[in-house]
């Protein structure tokens, strides 16, 4: 039977003496234990490396362009009038600003309809074309009817005229048109509307024309008198005993009317001008201010002739002609007329307004569009959807005016381009199929043309805002106005005056550098606490010695401690000259007198000592970016070809009038990729009409640029007229990638605006930077890789091929360290190179004590089988030493 606890049989302390062997085997796992926790000490030290290093790329972020440091404040005196904004391009300055009118877009309404969804109209084929423009000459306004007819003898009385629920005042002195005209503009402030007297004529038949008798030489040959004045002044006058003939007559009139004689002058100075003759029986008086024009025939006794009398009895007479008003909407609103009497002043009680005497002249650079309606959409609902798919800068909503009973009819169709500004007036057009005229019903309904019929109403009209800059006028299609003051952008919230103050940001630059420094040394101290030594406690940083971090220090120190090159023209080279130093304990330092010097001396290249900055001695050679490659340096620019655009240009001069016939359409391919794609290729409705070269050139821009399919990829064209009348169609992209092609389908065929032309392809910019090669992409210049200038990238404009001057880059120091950074950091940098290497130690270390361990346990089973041999051994011995004992005992006993 076998020994089944060690020892037992020998009395051995066997598990001891196994334990303490297993205990010195086991001295070499300490060993690998104490090199893993050294190296995971590493690999948690370059994680805080790494989000040290992280911190100071975030702090250069705002560092490495132009836009974190030459940044200018504005401070507006009334920020409810205006607030602004200032790029480094502005100028230090005050300003007066005095925003007189607010942009705002277009609202057209249509008349009232019961129902959204009952038909408009028979539904036949109707295309509604819309175009945007400026509408020029003329007012916006009513246009008043002739003045009440006791007007000139009782004047207007008090209440009788209210615009816009302001009562004009109005009473008997109030007898004229410039009268009337002359009481409603001194409420304008208060109304927004202002009025304008009409040209007062005296009627057209009053000398005979129009089949009335003419003037009738005058006879006082009975002892009669006569006497004619117009507007007061005398201009005729007959004694008695004057017969027929010899005394006033048409010709004698017409001779005192004309040249210069002293009836002609006393005229003149009544404002008073004459048309016609009396002997052609179409004599006028007129005048312009719209004055009354008061006739008058005086006689006495016996007298004949005169005014529409040949031969018959004069017994005198008296009319007096009265001009009409317009008024006019100082912002294009509708008016609202009112009070007890405004029929007096030729007015209707109601809410309107229209263009009056205007023209429309379309916007070639906005966007236009058409919709097609019939049965199947012919109601305001369908009319809203089939306008607002269409996305050409016009939405439309239904509106209810909450009307309600037998006969009301709330909804209307409100109509709203899409953009403010004065260029966003709508002009809308209806033209039929197939020959057939457009759907009355729908032309009543949407037809308008601000210089023509306006079947819509205009609610609100499209205006620019209007603003004086220290005096200038300036005007801008939103609130916002740039290009007044370089650099600056003003927004403009109310009418009102306001100061505006640009100034240096000089706190925002000094709180940059600032950062810059803080930012540093917040890295500095943390390298330092990673790889330093300290001397009291005799211990050192968990990177001490570390090439990684040695090299990470020695790059930035020596970065920041050489001088930035390629700045042309620059006074600023490095830190110092800005007072940032390095101290004895490797940390930098900011002198604040040192740099509130420079700021003031040298503010504009401050950005330059950071930022990674491009400038050409040729303005039209501009600078877009750079890569980490680019190297700073002094670059001979030498372009060999321009870009240019995709062009059709014809070859057939057009005529003075071109008829685009109804339902064409062409299939235009614009900007169109290899392989092609689908969405490049679209159809396109021309609107049908006569028109003049530029009228023609403009639709088709717009119809062209109306498609939304093109809009949206941001592909659109310009067309042009050229001095030889022929029609020029070209796509807006520069480069190989801009090009055209037209097709005609239906309709007006493209020869007869283009003739037999054939497109022209663009070409990109081609050209050397520094003598090596560069790649065109359009109007950009791309430095080749390997080259000192990989991934430099420069826009050419201008019209000059040949050396175009040099262009110097230049790499800040924070652009500088943003890239050394970026190799540091991220899934591929240094940092993590090293991690990884770091773990895949301690993975090795980690298998090779898994592997010790278990050959521990091989040695620890051999010890023990050792033991337990021995202690079988010895326990065997021990049974034979008893039984020899017991033996030898028995034979001494039996002797």
Avoid: C
């Avoid at 006497?227 to 004057?242: K, R, T």
């Avoid at 016996?302 to 100082?330: P, R, W």
């Avoid at 659109?716 to 990638?737: F, N, P, W």
């Amino acid at each position: 039977m076998g020994i089944s606890s060690a020892g037992i049989g020998s009395n051995l302390p066997v598990d001891s003496i196994i334990s303490k062997l297993m205990a010195v085997e086991s001295q070499p796992l300490a060993t690998f234990d104490k090199k893993s926790a050294s190296y995971l000490a590493q690999v948690s030290a370059f994680g805080n490396l790494s989000g040290a290093l992280g911190t100071f790329q975030s702090s250069l972020s705002s560092l490495t362009s132009l836009s974190g440091f030459q940044t200018m404040n504005t401070s507006a005196g009334d920020a409810t009038v205006l607030t602004a904004t200032a790029t480094s391009a502005a100028k230090a300055g005050s300003y007066r600003i005095n925003v007189a009118q607010i942009a705002q877009a277009q609202t057209l309404a249509t008349g009232g309809f019961k129902s959204t969804t009952a038909a408009i109209g028979l539904g036949g084929k109707t295309t509604v074309s819309f175009s945007l423009g400026t509408v020029s000459g003329g007012s916006f306004g009513l246009a008043g009817g002739p003045l009440g007819a006791s007007l000139s003898t009782g004047g207007l009385t008090p209440g009788a005229l209210a615009i816009n629920g302001t009562a004009i005042a109005t009473d008997g002195t109030t007898r004229s048109a410039r009268l009337l005209a002359d009481a409603i503009n001194a409420k304008s402030t208060t109304t927004g509307v202002s009025a304008k007297a009409a040209e007062t004529v005296t009627s057209a038949t009053l000398f005979g024309a129009g089949g009335a008798s003419t003037f009738g030489d005058v006879s006082t040959a009975g002892g009669g008198t006569y006497s004619l004045s117009v507007g007061g002044v005398q201009i005729a006058l007959q004694e008695d005993g004057v017969a027929a003939g010899a005394g006033v007559t048409a010709a004698s009139l017409d001779a005192a009317l004309s040249g210069n004689t002293a009836t002609a002058r006393a005229l003149a100075d009544a404002n008073i001008t004459v048309s016609g003759t009396a002997a052609g029986g179409d004599l006028q008086f007129h005048n312009a201010d719209g004055s009354n024009i008061a006739i008058a025939e005086a006689v006495s006794g016996a007298v004949s002739g005169g005014i529409g009398n040949s031969g018959q009895a004069n017994i005198g007479s008296s009319t007096t002609a009265v001009a009409s008003i317009a008024l006019i909407a100082n912002d294009g609103s509708p008016i609202n007329v009112g009070g007890s009497n405004p029929a007096g002043a030729g007015l209707s009680a109601g809410i309107g307004g229209a263009y009056l005497g205007a023209s429309f002249n379309a916007d070639a650079t906005r966007t236009a569009g058409n919709i097609v309606i019939d049965s199947s959409n012919n109601t305001l609902s369908g009319i809203m959807d089939a306008i607002n798919k269409g996305n050409f800068g016009v939405t439309a909503s239904i509106v209810s005016d909450g009307s309600t009973g037998t006969g009301a009819t709330p909804n209307r169709l409100i109509l709203t381009s899409s953009a403010t500004g004065q260029s966003s007036t709508m002009k809308i057009t209806l033209a039929g199929s197939g020959g057939e005229p457009p759907d009355d019903a729908l032309v009543s309904l949407l037809g308008y043309d601000p210089g023509g019929v306006q079947n819509l109403s205009q609610k609100a009209a499209a205006s620019d805002t209007k603003a004086t800059v220290n005096g200038i006028n300036v005007t801008s299609a939103s609130t916002s106005i740039g290009g007044a003051i370089t650099g600056v952008t003003i927004n403009a919230l109310k009418v009102g005056a306001s100061t505006l103050a640009v100034t240096k940001d000089t706190g925002g630059l000094t709180n940059a550098v600032n950062s810059f420094v803080k930012g540093y040394n917040d890295l500095n101290t943390q390298i330092t606490a990673l790889g330093g030594y300290n001397t009291d406690t005799k211990t050192g940083g968990p990177l001490l010695g570390d090439s990684t971090l040695r090299n990470l220090q020695a790059t930035i120190r020596a970065q920041l401690s050489s001088s930035i090159t390629g700045l042309q023209g620059s006074g600023l080279t490095n830190l110092s000259q800005i007072g940032v130093s390095f101290q004895k304990d490797g940390s930098l330092a900011l002198d604040g007198g040192k740099l509130q010097k420079a700021i003031d001396n040298n503010y504009a290249d401050i950005a330059s000592l950071f930022a990674a900055v491009g400038h050409g001695s040729d303005p039209e050679v501009q600078f877009a970016s750079s890569s980490a490659k680019t190297q700073a340096g002094n670059y001979a620019i030498n372009i060999t070809q321009l870009a240019s655009k995709g062009t059709l240009t014809g070859n057939v001069a057009l005529p003075a009038e071109t008829t685009i016939a109804a339902d064409t359409k062409w299939t235009i391919t614009l900007n169109d990729s290899t392989p092609s794609t689908l969405s490049n290729t679209q159809s396109v409705s021309i609107p049908a009409g006569t028109y003049n070269p530029s009228q023609l050139a403009t639709a088709l821009q717009s119809a062209i640029n109306g498609v939304s399919a093109f809009s949206n990829a941001g592909a659109t064209v310009a067309v042009t007229v050229d001095d030889s009348g022929m029609l020029k169609l070209e796509s807006t992209r520069y480069g190989a990638k801009s090009n055209l092609t037209v097709v005609g389908d239906t309709g007006t065929d493209i020869s007869a605006l283009f003739g037999s032309a054939t497109p022209v392809q663009g070409v990109d910019v081609a050209g050397t930077i520094g003598g090596y090669t560069a790649t065109g992409d359009g109007q950009t210049l791309t430095g080749a890789p390997g080259a000192p200038i990989d991934g430099l990238k420069l826009t050419i404009t201008g019209d000059t091929t040949g050396p175009r001057g040099t262009f110097g880059f230049s790499q800040g120091y924070a652009y500088q360290l943003n890239t050394l950074a970026t190799g540091y950091l991220g899934g591929n940098g240094i940092i993590a190179g090293r991690t990884k290497g770091l773990n895949d130690t301690v993975k090795d270390i980690t298998a090779q004590r898994d592997k010790f361990s278990a050959r521990l346990v091989d040695v620890e089973a051999r010890y023990r089988k050792q033991y337990t041999a021995l202690d079988t051994s010895i326990a065997s011995m021990n049974t034979t030493q008893s039984f020899l004992t017991q033996q030898l005992a028995a034979l001494a006993a039996n002797k």
